[in-house]
């Protein structure tokens, strides 16, 4: 007999098709990141705010709460301490 696949791995599998297999056109991908980017430089809520604009604009959602967490305020600090 086959031994069923566990639960955690069947999870993980749908978290990553998900996030990183886009079946998305360049455009709504490229909104998703400028209004991520952008709903970043909000303190506190970018991450919030990237998703509520994405969804008004139609934008990927998951392009856009990358693109927020990448300049979000909070982690500016890690980032501008691990490049000097």
């Given at each position: 007999m086959y031994a069923k696949e566990p639960v955690f791995k069947k999870i993980i599998n749908f978290i990553f098709a998900?996030?990183?297999?886009?079946?998305?056109s360049a455009g709504k991908i490229a909104l998703g990141v400028g209004l991520g980017v952008f709903a970043g430089l909000l303190p506190g809520t970018g991450p919030a705010a990237a998703l509520l604009l994405a969804l008004v604009f139609r934008a990927n959602r998951a392009a856009a709460l990358l693109g927020s967490l990448i300049t979000n305020t909070w982690l500016s600090v890690v980032t501008l301490g691990i490049g000097q």
């Open positions: 998900k996030l990183f297999k886009i079946n998305d």
